[in-house]
């Protein structure tokens, strides 16, 4: 289930555009809402990517839940629930605001959910 979707988040990603193209304030701007539009938690799914898996970046230790065998309702429900409690730890953290959404996504990502 992980993979379905994630590839239905990339659906909603323009294909020439990177996990790092905005800075953490403007994800911030454009996320902040009640529930976290399709597109934001692209963005956060990507950044996590790229800080754990591609290298981009500094290189984090992020562990989010595994939600691999939910359904999408609860897939999509727990990845809403991420990007707000990730949007609430930058909004704490401001010296990452002008740093990219890659950068901020994968501090607060990080923190708030380390591999033990």
Known sequence: MLLAGSLAFLAYWPADATASNATTAEFIRSCDMGAPSNMCL???????????DWGMGTAHNICLPDDRNET???????????VRKVLAWLKLHPKFASQSETAGIGAAASALYPCN
């Open 72 to 82: 999408a309702q609860v897939f999509y429900a727990h990845n809403r629930a991420e």
């Open 42 to 52: 692209a963005r956060f799914q990507l950044a996590v990517r790229a800080n754990r």
